[in-house]
Structure formats: structure tokens, C-alpha cells
């Protein structure tokens, strides 16, 4: 299957924010299943059937409270989820123009396959170095994975903070997306931190994000399979920039 990366445009703004969806929402069950793994969840449901089988004297009735108890705590994760999706749409993605394509700093892309986008990826310098170049909403269509256009994302974004003069290139990621933390490591990111997610039920679970940073490497430096890959993606991203045209970089399969 064939795919082409090119600059966003504003035709892209509906699917973009989709595929931000669709990629969050997908790791909601997974989230549930850390959650119920922890230690202090674990605890709390432990000692609470304890506690209802000693004051029902039931065990039909105890186990029906926990189901209960279980379906409330469910509801309120998804409320707290769908709380994170709505107020990230409010920000970057609300107006992903003004975010990312107007400062030659910042840059947006989209992958697309058969008309279609389906994958994304965006990079804004970071709030924290003006050295340190940010990787952010990188997502790809679930049925579109396994093609390498995570890869590709993560190289065009390389190549761009190459050619801005930035020095290195940081991103975050949850500690339950292991797949990505996979994919960053084999580009050549390292785990630098890992930081608590500041709200009260994530700090009682211990879940966390993972900051991965990567050092731009200079001319030879450059890891020798992965010059033709950079040498295409300059090449279109150097067109698009002139041009804003619709041609864009085309790659096949590949570890991704």
C-alpha cells in the first residue's frame, strides 16, 4: 500500500481531529486494565468486598455491590478521558493553521493513502529551550499501521528540526502506549524523564508520562540505512515549503 507525506492544509482540519480521536479513545480499555492492575486499586477494591461481606453477611449481595462499585468507577474514568480529549481539541488542534503552519518553527504534516489522511504528526518548538525542537500528535490510523508511516512521521520531523538548526528533539508519551515507546526507542530516543500526570486519580495510580528526547545528529552522523529516507523526505519537504503544492514524500512498507 502506497502513502504519500505532505504539508497540512486546511481541508485535512475535520480528519486530523478524527484520527486524534479515534487514536485516544483506543487506548481508553487499555488505560481501565493499568488502572485496575495498581497496587492501590487492587487495595481499595480488596478491602471494600471485605467490608460489604461483613456488613451484608451476603455473598451474592457483596459481589453485586462491587459489580456496581466497579461500573461507577468505569464511568467516572470515561468521564475523566473524554474530559482530556475535549480540552486538547481545544487547544493546538482547534486551530491547526495558526498553530503549527504559520512560524517557520513549527510544521504540521499528514500522511495520506488513497486520498484519505491517516496518519498525522506535528513539531513546535519547545516552551521549556529554543534549541529543543517538540514531536506532538503523532497518530496513525489503526487499519493503516504496520506500513511504516509512524517511521516516515518521525523521520520528516527529524529532517525538519535538522534543516531549523535545532539541537535535539523531545516528545511525550503515556506510560500504557508501549508500542510508541518501542517505535521512539528504535529511532534512537532515550527515556529522560518520566513525569506524573497532575491530576488526583492519576497520581493515586501512578500513571505517568514518558519524556523521550533524541539528539540531532549532524551531516555523517547520520545513521547510513537512513540517508535515502532523509534524502526524500528533504527533498519533498523542501518542495512543499516553496510550494505548499500537493506533492508530498511516497514510501513503502517497512518495521512500522
Not at 487514536?23 to 485496575?36: I, K, S, T, W
Not at 528540526?161 to 511525550?172: C, E, P
Request: glycine residues 6%; proline residues 4%; positive net charge.
Amino acid at each position: 500500500m502506497r502513502y504519500q507525506i505532505r504539508l497540512y492544509q486546511e481541508g485535512d482540519y475535520d480528519a486530523v481531529r478524527d484520527i486524534y480521536v479515534s487514536g485516544v479513545q483506543e487506548h481508553f480499555p487499555r488505560a481501565c486494565r493499568y488502572v485496575l492492575k495498581q497496587p492501590c486499586t487492587v487495595a481499595v477494591l480488596g478491602l471494600s468486598f471485605c467490608l460489604l461481606l461483613i456488613v451484608s453477611s451476603s455473598l451474592l449481595l457483596s459481589l453485586s455491590l462491587m459489580v456496581i462499585l466497579l461500573a461507577l468507577g468505569y464511568l467516572l474514568l470515561r468521564h475523566i478521558w473524554s474530559q482530556i480529549i475535549e480540552q486538547n481539541l481545544m487547544q493546538d488542534l482547534l486551530d491547526i493553521g495558526s498553530s503549527y503552519m504559520k512560524h517557520p518553527a513549527c510544521c504540521f504534516w499528514v500522511a495520506v493513502s488513497n486520498g484519505s489522511v491517516v496518519g498525522t504528526v506535528g513539531a513546535i518548538p519547545s516552551k521549556f529551550s529554543p534549541i529543543t525542537l517538540e514531536l506532538k500528535r503523532l497518530n496513525v490510523c489503526l487499519e493503516y499501521r504496520g506500513l511504516g508511516i509512524a517511521k516516515a512521521l518521525c523521520l520528516t520531523v527529524r529532517e525538519f528540526a535538522h534543516r531549523s538548526g535545532f539541537a535535539d528533539i523531545v516528545l511525550r508519551t503515556s506510560v500504557i502506549q508501549t508500542e510508541a515507546q518501542n517505535l521512539y526507542q528504535k529511532l534512537g530516543y532515550i527515556l529522560v524523564d518520566t513525569i506524573p500526570v497532575p491530576h488526583p486519580l492519576a497520581k493515586v495510580t501512578n500513571y505517568t508520562t514518558s519524556k523521550y528526547q533524541y539528539h540531532i545528529p549532524r551531516g555523517p552522523e547520520l545513521q547510513p540505512q537512513e540517508k535515502q529516507q532523509r534524502d526524500h523526505i528533504r527533498l519533498c519537504a523542501t518542495q512543499e515549503l516553496l510550494s505548499h503544492c500537493h506533492g508530498g514524500l511516497h514510501l513503502g512498507s517497512s518495521d512500522w
